[in-house]
């Protein structure tokens, strides 16, 4: 099993641009979760999914979309980036339950200028 | 507001030796507490989870501890290795939060020869 993969692993744009950040899980979990990494900060939730079909904003979703496109699949899109969107992004995966194990991917860096 | 203030927020020793990592938090009331380590470009991993009503969960070398009543907690890691160079993470679930977490900003652990 892969676990939580996400795509691309680097990425650098330019300011106004869009890009879409995909993430796929294969331990059939229910629930998906979007995260960003800054320096000096804890993890801050952008976007989650608590079961297919369904999607809710975190603490920081302003500038971002989401798109549950089926159980497997969780993608983040930038509509039109800005600089302070420079972070790693996260991707995690979860059953939902209480005492739930979040499992998280590699990561995302992207750089926007 | 919720927090999570870990110390201190970074950390050297050498090989073999131990140490304590801290965690303070304001969630309350909270379900779950959970320590992740993160190695670097790479996504968190559970290490221990604990909840309000247990003192202290150990995985391996890595023993965890819980007060409630002061809001504290601890990870002590015995005989420390090199592979133990990472970024370690205090993360609160508090109690009806549904799927949002309130992660510490982490300790930078670097364990040298």
């Known amino acids: 099993n892969a676990g939580v993969t996400q795509t691309p692993k680097f990425q650098v744009l330019k300011t106004g641009q869009s890009m879409t950040l995909q993430c796929a899980q294969d331990?059939?979990?229910?629930?998906m979760y979007w995260y960003r990494q800054d320096p000096g900060m804890g993890l801050r939730l952008i976007y989650y999914?608590?079961?297919?079909?369904?999607?809710d904003k975190g603490e920081v979703p302003n500038g971002y979309n989401v798109s549950r496109l089926n159980k497997r699949e969780f993608s983040l899109r930038l509509e039109s980036a800005a600089p302070s969107q420079t972070s790693v992004y996260f991707c995690?995966?979860?059953?939902?339950?209480?005492?739930?194990?979040?499992?998280f991917g590699p990561g995302t860096r992207l750089l926007v200028l | 507001k919720n927090q999570v203030e870990q110390s201190p927020q970074s950390l050297i020793i050498l090989e073999g030796k131990n140490c304590t990592l801290q965690?303070?938090?304001?969630?309350?009331?909270?379900?779950?507490l959970r320590w992740y380590k993160q190695d670097t470009g790479r996504g968190p991993v559970s290490l221990t989870i604990?909840?309000?009503?247990?003192n202290t969960k150990s995985n391996g070398r890595y023993t965890a501890t819980l007060d409630a009543d002061t809001k504290q907690s601890s990870l002590h890691i015995t005989a420390s290795q090199l592979s133990d160079s990472a970024s370690y993470i205090c993360?609160?679930?508090?109690?009806?939060?549904?799927?949002?977490?309130?992660f510490g900003t982490g300790t930078q652990l670097k364990v040298e020869l």
């Open positions: 965690c303070n938090y304001t969630v309350s009331p909270f379900s779950n």
């Open positions: 995690a995966s979860s059953t939902g339950q209480v005492q739930e194990t979040q499992y």
């Open positions: 331990m059939n979990h229910n629930s």
């Open positions: 993360v609160v679930r508090p109690t009806g939060g549904g799927n949002k977490l309130t």
């Open positions: 604990m909840t309000f009503s247990e």
């Open positions: 999914s608590a079961s297919e079909g369904t999607t």
